[in-house]
C-alpha cells in the first residue's frame, strides 16, 4: 500500500503560479512512477503529467506543455507539479497517482495505469 497526500493548493490570480505535492507513504516511492490528473466541475478526470521512477522521462499533456513542471525527489519520498502562467480553465481539483505498471507501456495518461490516489487538493485560479 501507498498513501499519497498532496498539499500546495489554494486560490490564486490568473498569471500567477502554484506549486503542488504529493507526500508519499508506505512501499517504496521510488518503485513507481507518479502521475498527476486534475478534475475540473461538471467534468471528467484528465491527464496532467507524469513522470518515471527516476525522474528522467516525463510527459505532459498538450495544454500543459511549457507552463506545467513535474519533477520528484525520491528521497523524500515527494513529487512536485510547479504550474506557471495559471488560467481560470486551470481550476480543478488535482489529483496525484503512483503506479508500477512500466513504463515503457507508454498508458501512463490512463488512470488505469496507476494503483494509487491521493485525495486531491483544490486549485482555483480567479481571472
Known amino acids: 500500500q501507498v498513501q499519497l497526500v498532496e498539499s500546495g493548493g489554494g486560490l490564486v490570480q490568473a498569471g500567477g503560479s502554484l506549486r503542488l505535492s504529493c507526500e508519499a507513504s508506505?512501499?517504496?516511492?521510488?518503485?513507481?512512477?507518479m502521475g498527476w490528473f486534475r478534475q475540473a466541475p461538471g467534468k471528467g478526470r484528465e491527464f496532467v503529467a507524469a513522470?518515471?521512477?527516476?525522474?528522467?522521462?516525463?510527459s505532459y499533456a498538450d495544454s500543459m506543455k511549457g507552463r506545467f513542471t513535474i519533477s520528484r525527489t525520491n528521497a523524500k519520498n515527494t513529487g512536485y507539479l510547479q504550474m506557471n502562467i495559471l488560467e481560470p480553465e486551470d481550476t480543478a481539483v488535482y489529483y496525484c497517482?503512483?503506479?508500477?505498471?512500466?513504463?515503457?507501456?507508454?498508458?501512463?495518461?490512463?488512470?488505469?495505469?496507476?494503483?494509487?490516489w491521493g485525495q486531491g487538493t483544490q486549485v482555483t485560479v480567479s481571472s
Open positions: 497517482a503512483v503506479g508500477s505498471t512500466p513504463w515503457a507501456s507508454g498508458a501512463y495518461y490512463r488512470e488505469t495505469f496507476y494503483n494509487y
Open positions: 508506505g512501499r517504496s516511492f521510488s518503485n513507481y512512477a
Open positions: 513522470i518515471n521512477w527516476s525522474g528522467g522521462s516525463t
